[in-house]
């Protein structure tokens, strides 16, 4: 049997979307393997959003063009937001690789595989299959982004925003967590534009409702939201929605105006606060994290400090800080020069750092003693390890089968990216559904 590799750089999006081929390749004939060496496919899913990961990207790329020297009937298929709209010219850098086809594209890959004689699965909805369900599912309800935050590469190589029918991602839905799954992350660029360009415009708020209605399923969360597209009738949605996690990512960016309309992001900072106020209104617990861009060009000491005002000010669970790198092709690589120094951004990335271990930090330790539920998903250094309802990574040991259940554990000791403790007494504490 022919196996297959697949190496995944970025977003969720792109996870969710690496599953999806996993799928078609095994419907395909195919097996997977976990030694790159070994595999007769393999298959790049990039993300090039910074430098850095374009260019790891391309050292992969050159690393399988002297593996398919040595084995020319290695199949190399590349697909994510490296593929652009100028397939010849990719073509005509990489010739050693077999196919590039857009994210998404699963029509391109089977008709590639047609081509090829391998065969042609009768499932061409890009559907999952149901093999190998994990217990927190990845499930796209909207592709594309038509924010054109000016450093952003996402809506050139994406393109525009696609909804998917509420009926078919809640069919979708229904049948992971027929097959194991006890919790989905709904995905999209912008999930907060979810639905407004299908004929009945429904808004996450109604997805989310519908999908709260599935018998067996614990848990949902989604991301990536959009702070401008975030609406009252969402938080209202979250609060009183009962399987929806007490999490929101919520990305800010910067903490100064300027620095955010250079951006192009359509808000404010205090407009910014206004929303976190009112989500904190409605849902007390919720625990928030935001991304954070730091040396966009022209970004000043003062106009710094500023954003890390407002993360001192917020207090989030956790921040995703990256440095500005310049995108070819976007609003800021065209009209803006790249003029923060790289010593200087590295700084200020290290201090955005600090600052937040320390806040996710103290945040964690108030959670010493107390007891908090966990979706297991599996086992790590020997110990179980799953997730709060607040996205915090939590591991105790036990010695029954704790795999896809939801269990109470005592909080014994903390830091800023995990916490340990240890299972309540109690054989019903392992929970088949707790709603």
């Not at 407002?310 to 990256?322: G, K, P, S």
């Amino acid at each position: 049997m022919p196996e297959y590799y697949i190496w995944t750089i970025g977003c969720q999006m792109n996870k969710a979307e690496s599953q999806r081929v996993a799928d078609y390749l095994e419907l395909l004939g195919y097996q997977a393997t976990l030694v790159l060496q070994k595999a007769d496919l393999v298959l790049l899913n990039t993300c090039v959003v910074r430098q850095s990961a374009e260019g790891k990207v391309i050292g992969t790329l050159g690393y399988l063009k002297g593996i398919k020297n040595s084995k020319p009937d290695l199949a190399i298929l590349v697909t994510g937001c490296f593929v652009d709209s100028d397939v010849k010219q990719l073509e005509k850098s990489f010739p050693h690789v077999d196919l590039f086809f857009k994210p998404g594209d699963y029509v391109g890959l089977l008709n590639w595989a047609e081509k090829q004689d391998i065969g042609v699965p009768r499932d061409r909805t890009g559907l999952p299959s149901t093999k190998n369900v994990t217990v927190s599912a990845l499930v796209p309800i909207i592709r594309g982004c038509n924010n054109f935050c000016s450093y952003c590469i996402v809506p050139y190589r994406r393109g525009r925003e696609r909804s998917r029918p509420v009926d078919e991602i809640v069919c979708e839905v229904s049948e992971l967590v027929r097959h194991g799954a006890r919790e989905v992350t709904l995905l999209g660029q912008n999930v907060n534009s979810y639905g407004h360009d299908l004929p009945t415009q429904p808004d996450l708020s109604d997805l989310l409702t519908e999908i709260n209605n599935i018998n067996g399923l614990a848990r949902m969360r989604f991301l990536t939201n959009h702070p401008k597209d975030m609406s009252q009738q969402l938080i209202q949605a979250i609060a009183s929605l009962d399987k929806v996690c007490e999490h929101i990512s919520l990305p800010l960016q910067a903490g100064d105006n300027d620095v955010l309309k250079a951006m192009r992001r359509g808000y404010t900072v205090e407009q910014y606060r206004q929303l976190v106020g009112s989500i904190r209104n409605y849902i007390p617990e919720v625990a928030l994290s935001t991304d954070v861009i730091v040396g966009f060009p022209g970004e000043s000491e003062e106009q710094f400090e500023r954003t890390l005002a407002v993360l001192e000010e917020v207090r989030f669970d956790t921040v995703h800080v990256a440095v500005y790198s310049p995108r070819p092709g976007t609003i800021a690589s065209r009209e803006y020069e790249d003029n923060v120094p790289p010593e200087l951004k590295k700084e200020r990335l290290n201090r955005v750092e600090t600052l937040q271990a320390n806040i996710a930090g103290e945040i964690s330790s108030r959670l010493i003693g107390k007891a908090v539920e966990v979706l297991v998903e599996g086992k790590k250094g020997g110990k179980w390890c799953g997730r709060t309802r607040s996205n915090k990574l939590v591991f105790f040991e036990s010695g029954g089968d704790c795999l896809r259940r939801l269990v109470d554990v005592i909080i014994t000791k903390t830091s800023p990216w995990a916490l340990q403790g240890e299972i309540a007494i109690g054989a019903s504490n392992l929970k088949e559904s707790k709603r």
